[in-house]
């Protein structure tokens, strides 16, 4: 029988392949993304130079053998995160000389050149505590600027990116190992691929809507003059 394995935006998943193998819902359900850096890219097994089947970003919002000096943003009300760069204070090397910046870049370029099939799925986590990851989204790039932070009391300029996170309550992981497995960009499946994403494909953006709650104001709340319910409350 087979399992149907799934990431759906806001559900937690076991990140613990060290002492959970078996029940792992991460780094075994994606074989070859590793366990270690934010930035994950997955390669076509079969398909040379065509960049990542799939990309994984994952943000730690707890403490971690791995020190990130930067903080990502995720804002389901505006369907966007902002993702910092994988560079760091170094001597030898640039910015833009990071394995994880130069990968998110060549992806931002195709983007921007309207080569959509070109675009690898981008899937974001976050890390909220030890033996669990939460799903935020498969999402794309669209917009990057270059900025200054400070990394161990000293200035570093590193990328900061845009993600919009699509219309996709679900990412079947079926689908990204297919892309990860395929003999060309012709024999992706797509029809495992969430709407959104065929959308995209298609030139089209569709972002996550979500509707937020409006807390009225103590005159929104009270009853029109000299209606039946402003009688009630006066007697």
Same mark, same amino acid.
């Given at each position: 029988?087979?399992?149907?394995?799934?990431?759906?935006?806001?559900?937690?998943?076991?990140?613990?392949?060290? @002492?959970?193998?078996?029940?792992?819902?991460?780094?075994?359900?994606?074989?070859?993304?590793?366990?270690?850096?934010? /930035?994950?890219?997955?390669? !076509?097994?079969?398909?040379?130079?065509? $960049?990542?089947?799939? =990309?994984?970003?994952?943000?730690?919002?707890?403490?971690?053998?791995?020190?990130?000096?930067?903080?990502? /943003? =995720?804002? !389901?009300?505006?369907?966007?995160?902002?993702?910092?760069?994988?560079?760091?204070?170094?001597?030898?090397?640039?910015?833009?000389? !990071?394995?994880? @910046?130069?990968?998110?870049?060549?992806?931002?370029?195709?983007?921007?050149? #309207?080569? &959509?099939?070109?675009?690898?799925?981008?899937?974001?986590?976050?890390?909220?505590?030890?033996?669990?990851?939460?799903?935020? #989204?498969?999402? =794309? /790039?669209?917009?990057?600027?270059?900025?200054?932070?400070?990394?161990?009391?000293?200035?570093?300029?590193?990328?900061? !990116?845009?993600?919009?996170?699509?219309?996709?309550?679900?990412?079947?992981?079926?689908?990204?190992? *297919?892309?990860?497995?395929?003999?060309?960009?012709?024999?992706?499946? &797509?029809?495992?691929?969430?709407?959104?994403?065929?959308?995209?494909?298609? $030139?089209? =953006?569709?972002?996550?809507?979500? /509707?937020?709650?409006?807390?009225? *104001?103590?005159?929104?709340?009270?009853? #029109?003059? @000299?209606?039946?319910?402003?009688?009630?409350?006066? &007697?």
């Amino acid at each position: 029988m087979t399992i149907l394995r799934k990431y759906k935006i806001g559900h937690d998943y076991i990140d613990d392949i060290a @002492n959970s193998k078996d029940k792992d819902q991460f780094v075994k359900w994606l074989p070859g993304i590793g366990n270690s850096k934010g /930035i994950r890219c997955a390669k !076509f097994h079969l398909i040379k130079d065509e $960049g990542p089947a799939f =990309i994984i970003l994952v943000t730690r919002e707890i403490n971690h053998k791995h020190y990130n000096p930067w903080d990502d /943003i =995720i804002d !389901f009300g505006s369907s966007k995160i902002y993702y910092w760069g994988d560079a760091k204070h170094s001597i030898v090397k640039n910015y833009m000389d !990071f394995d994880g @910046n130069k990968a998110l870049m060549v992806v931002y370029e195709n983007y921007l050149d #309207g080569n &959509n099939f070109k675009v690898p799925p981008i899937l974001h986590f976050s890390k909220k505590k030890t033996g669990t990851i939460s799903f935020n #989204g498969v999402c =794309i /790039i669209t917009n990057v600027e270059t900025t200054w932070f400070q990394d161990m009391q000293k200035p570093v300029k590193n990328l900061r !990116f845009e993600l919009s996170i699509l219309d996709a309550e679900e990412v079947n992981v079926k689908w990204l190992l *297919n892309r990860a497995n395929s003999s060309s960009k012709e024999h992706i499946d &797509n029809r495992l691929a969430p709407k959104a994403w065929d959308s995209f494909l298609h $030139g089209k =953006i569709n972002k996550l809507t979500l /509707i937020k709650k409006e807390i009225l *104001n103590r005159e929104n709340q009270l009853p #029109g003059n @000299n209606s039946y319910e402003a009688e009630i409350l006066l &007697n």
